[in-house]
């Protein structure tokens, strides 16, 4: 596993602390547009993933990626996620590499 460059685990309203860093969030696809995707996050903010993945997409795609805007990613790698996935606990995650078990994650 590369350490040298770690993904924090974000959601929509976790995303503005990270600006200009690299970031990782599964988002549920609402629209496919040429150069970008827009999506839902887990925690249901809008975030336009900027890129074009390989089709075919899945309703769920991890993106990990740089943090451009509070509601932008700059896509470096997109992972299908499959059309079923609990985005309730993908969210708490989120909340606990950020906060008290911050420790824990890289």
């Given amino acids: 596993m590369d350490t040298t460059s770690p993904a924090v ?3 929509g309203a976790l ?6 860093q ?3 969030a599964v988002i549920q696809v609402i629209r496919s547009e040429i150069g970008s995707v827009v999506g839902k996050s887990t925690d249901d903010q809008q975030i336009v993933v900027k890129g074009s993945p390989q089709p075919p997409l899945t309703s ?3 993106v990990i990626g740089i943090a451009e805007s509070d509601n932008t990613i ?8 499959g059309d079923s996935f609990d985005a309730q606990n993908y969210n708490e ?4 590499a950020n906060g008290e078990f911050r420790h824990l994650f890289i």
């Fill in 9 to 11: 685990f974000v959601n």
């Fill in 93 to 96: 995650l989120c909340k606990l």
């Fill in 60 to 62: 769920y795609l991890e």
């Fill in 74 to 81: 700059r896509a470096e790698v997109w992972t299908n996620f």
């Fill in 15 to 20: 995303l503005r602390r990270y600006i200009g």
């Fill in 22 to 24: 690299k970031v990782r």
